[in-house]
């Protein structure tokens, strides 16, 4: 695959660079999406009974379960190609001056894993539990829990910090996110359907202040017709060789 030349231009040349990534980049790395998750015993469950406040107030039990499984299933994946040649652009940015800021949907922390700083989690993260009497929140790294709901010192129930249907995004995130998005000079959406919002809103604010934007992608998103380069493939396969065109760096350690 000959990649576009004015792709590895304009990373060479961007001065701001966002980018957000969607669930396509951990499917590389063997993480289902949140439907493709529904399998064996969860297959007659709708994402309505496992991943709303409604569905945890009724069956705080069930709620944990579902995503204690999903947290010990991420456990075992690793991340890929294309993470370590985000964390790599990101070293390369800041090394040149540049602002870097990577944005993610994913709840998965393989970003983090790959080395990458500052990640803007829209969706929040399967790792971290939180106590909704005290608000309290932990990291949560262990084996599976064994007993559910879990509780916290203060007797409440603690619940995952992602974010349900019908919740709104940290408002932190999102603010800090479109104030990347509007700075850009560079956008990259990166394994998006970009059909979710307010995320996608950030790649209409990008294209709305003239920066240039980059999708790769392995099908077509409601955006393709207006960005300005699309690049069709893995992330994994692609953003590696981005880097190594642009910078000369070879990506390793995936």
């Known amino acids: 695959m000959t990649l576009p030349p004015q792709a590895i231009d304009w990373l060479r040349s961007a001065k701001a660079i966002a980018v957000l990534t969607g669930a396509g980049i951990s499917a590389e790395s063997g993480i289902p999406t949140f439907r493709d998750a529904l399998t064996g015993l969860w297959a007659r469950y709708d994402p309505a009974d496992l991943?709303?406040?409604?569905?945890f107030a009724r069956n705080p039990q069930l709620v944990s379960q579902w995503y204690d499984q999903?947290?010990?299933r991420v456990a075992d994946c690793r991340p890929n190609a294309g993470h370590f040649a985000l964390a790599?652009?990101?070293?390369?940015?800041?090394d040149h001056g540049r602002e870097f800021t990577l944005i993610t949907q994913n709840v998965d922390r393989l970003h983090q894993a790959a080395?990458?700083?500052?990640?803007?989690?829209?969706?929040?993260?399967l790792w971290i539990w939180r106590c909704i009497n005290c608000g309290?929140?932990?990291?949560?790294?262990?084996?599976a829990f064994g007993n559910y709901p879990l509780r916290c010192t203060c007797g409440g129930v603690r619940r995952p910090a992602v974010?349900?249907?019908g919740e709104a995004l940290p408002a932190d995130a999102v603010s800090q996110a479109q104030r990347a998005a509007a700075s850009s000079d560079l956008f990259l959406s990166i394994g998006t359907s970009s059909v979710v919002y307010p995320a996608a809103?950030?790649?209409?604010?990008?294209?709305?202040?003239?920066?240039?934007?980059l999708e790769?992608?392995?099908?077509?998103?409601?955006f393709s017709d207006a960005v300005d380069c699309i690049i069709r493939g893995r992330s994994g396969e692609i953003l590696p060789r981005l880097v190594q065109q642009a910078f000369g760096h070879k990506i390793s350690g995936q």
């Open 70 to 72: 999903r947290r010990c």
């Open 51 to 55: 991943a709303t406040p409604q569905a």
């Open 216 to 222: 790769v992608n392995l099908q077509p998103t409601p």
């Open 136 to 143: 309290q929140e932990a990291e949560e790294r262990g084996p």
């Open 88 to 94: 790599a652009l990101q070293h390369i940015a800041i």
């Open 163 to 165: 974010v349900w249907f």
């Open 201 to 213: 809103g950030l790649i209409e604010q990008a294209i709305q202040c003239g920066a240039k934007v």
């Open 115 to 125: 080395g990458s700083m500052d990640v803007i989690e829209l969706h929040g993260s």
